[in-house]
């Protein structure tokens, strides 16, 4: 299965832009990029995904590089409640099994 | 509509028991997995099921581990001789598969297992 690399914990003052990064180095040409997070004492939660174009929606943005070795999820204005671990993961043909790495911790400061 | 629910939500046990945890997926989801997250860690991988497939068991620890999912609905996971390492939140999540759009997992509130 092929990996994805992320910080271990990153931080980020309340109403500013956050840059999550992932590295995905031996990602396949079938390989989904997936972003969920998972807030304190709870189950994790969907973000986002994309394949090779950037994509928007109304909890984040993903962009893709184009040779999709990475990709960074962008909190477009951190709120106190962004506060969680984000996972960035690689789903193979979209519809197969899903292995969370550590992620990275989130921290927003008011 | 009602979402991924599990129970207990809390279980205490000694070691060297059994016990069984039981998930009830959404619905009509095909897809149904069960993780383990100890405190502080990531989700660890255990189990997957999808229709009636053969399960991926790939992430199961160890034999004393197994899973069921009776008629593609509700699953339930079983730990055999509980050990102390086996204490973490179970977390189930389960998925509807289909062709077209991402098919997103919903996650359950987890349970939470001490052995002491």
């Known amino acids: 299965d092929a990996k994805t690399t992320q910080p271990n914990s990153m931080e980020s003052n309340e109403e500013e832009p956050v840059h999550l990064p992932c590295n995905h180095s031996?990602?396949?040409?079938?390989?989904?990029i997936h972003w969920y997070r998972q807030l304190p004492s709870q189950g994790p939660e969907y973000v986002i995904h994309?394949?090779?174009s950037n994509v928007n929606n109304r909890m984040a943005s993903l962009a893709i590089a184009e040779d999709r070795k990475s990709s960074t999820l962008i909190l477009h204005r951190a709120t106190l409640r962004d506060a969680a671990v984000y996972y960035c993961?690689?789903?193979?043909?979209?519809?197969?099994?899903?292995?969370f790495g550590a992620g990275t911790r989130l921290t927003v400061k008011p | 509509g009602a979402g991924v629910s599990q129970s207990p939500s809390n279980k205490v046990t000694e070691k060297g028991k059994d016990v069984e945890l039981r998930c009830d997926p959404i619905?009509?989801?095909?897809?149904l997995y069960w993780y383990r997250q100890s405190l502080g860690q990531g989700l660890e991988f255990l189990i997957y099921?999808?229709?009636?497939?053969?399960?991926?068991k790939s992430g199961l620890p160890s034999d004393r581990f197994s899973a069921e999912r009776t008629g593609g609905s509700v699953s339930t996971l079983t730990i055999q001789r509980t050990q102390q390492e086996d204490s973490a939140v179970y977390l189930c999540?389960?998925?509807?598969?289909?062709?077209?759009?991402?098919?997103?997992?919903?996650f359950g509130p987890g349970t939470r297992l001490t052995v002491l």
């Open positions: 999540a389960s998925r509807p598969v289909g062709s077209g759009s991402y098919n997103e997992q919903f």
């Open positions: 031996t990602i396949s040409g079938t390989d989904y």
């Open positions: 994309g394949l090779t």
């Open positions: 993961i690689l789903m193979w043909n979209n519809n197969n099994d899903m292995r």
């Open positions: 619905s009509g989801h095909t897809a």
């Open positions: 099921f999808q229709g009636n497939s053969a399960p991926d």
